[in-house]
């Protein structure tokens, strides 16, 4: 589709290359199981000064800003989450205003506006929910890579000019309705437990079905990264249980 180069910025190896193989590990700056932001809060150590750290570990230097950077390389496209976004956010901050506007492309939410320095901000594509409704549905998690893939796929985007990118963005979103939030009942854990408990064996233990079932079946709220911890759970409890039968 774009013909590009795949990268992965990964919070507990800094940047992998796509075909690169990797060890199995559960580590993430997002909130959820693995997550390494309670602790790098009580020691108070920035998402910033973890990444700078751990890409000199691994002597990648600055893998980012050097991608951007590269003459031989014609754009770069970053689609990540605000909280990822902030973990890199120092290293972008060193990209030349000229050379992010003519290069650099990012694909977010709206909150990462915030996290980014303020030269880059443009390069953030104005995307928002209306996404849904071209027929990019998906979950809030991949949320960037839906707006990548409806950038490349549904506008052609690669190789316009940044005001041209924005343009287009704008253009497609133009007279489309955000989705309506759905209200959802709000339980305690030991309540979502339950549900998830009496529905296992006919979702077969899928985490995917499960939380599906749960928002849009039982209309029940769960945030992505709680229900992961729970499903988790809930999973050794059930293998626990097929080894003492």
């Known amino acids: 589709m774009i013909d590009a180069e795949l ?3 990964s919070a507990g ?8 193989n990797v060890p199995a590990y559960d580590l993430t700056i997002s909130a959820g199981a693995g997550s390494i ?4 809060r009580r020691l108070g150590v920035t998402d910033q000064a973890w990444w700078q750290a751990l890409t000199a570990a691994r002597d990648q230097g600055h893998p980012l800003s050097g991608l951007v950077g590269n003459d031989h390389i014609e754009q770069v ?27 650099l492309r990012i694909f977010s939410s709206s909150k990462s506006h ?33 707006c990548l893939l409806h950038f490349a796929k549904a ?15 704008l253009a497609a979103l133009e007279g489309l309705n955000a989705p309506t939030k759905p209200e959802r009942q709000k339980l305690d854990d030991a309540e979502i437990i339950h549900v998830l408990r ?12 499960l939380l599906r079932y749960l928002r849009d079946g039982a209309g029940i709220a769960c945030e992505q ?12 409890e059930q293998q626990a249980n097929a080894l003492r039968s």
């Open 155 to 169: 506008l052609s985007g690669r190789g316009t000019s940044l005001d041209e990118a924005r343009s287009r963005v």
């Open 7 to 9: 990268f992965v910025v």
């Open 225 to 236: 990264g709680r229900f992961r911890q729970l499903w988790l759970g809930l999973k050794q």
């Open 37 to 40: 932001a309670p602790t790098l």
């Open 13 to 20: 190896l800094g940047l992998v290359s796509g075909d690169e």
């Open 77 to 103: 496209w970053i689609a990540m989450p605000s909280t990822y976004l902030s973990m890199v956010a120092t290293e972008l901050s060193a990209v030349d205003a000229g050379v992010a506007r003519r290069k």
């Open 114 to 146: 915030e996290v980014l320095p303020e030269h880059l901000r443009p390069c953030l594509m104005p995307y928002d929910t209306r996404l849904e409704a071209a027929g990019f549905a998906g979950t809030t998690s991949d949320f960037p890579q839906r």
């Open 198 to 209: 009496q529905q296992w064996q006919q979702h077969r233990g899928s985490s995917t079905k």
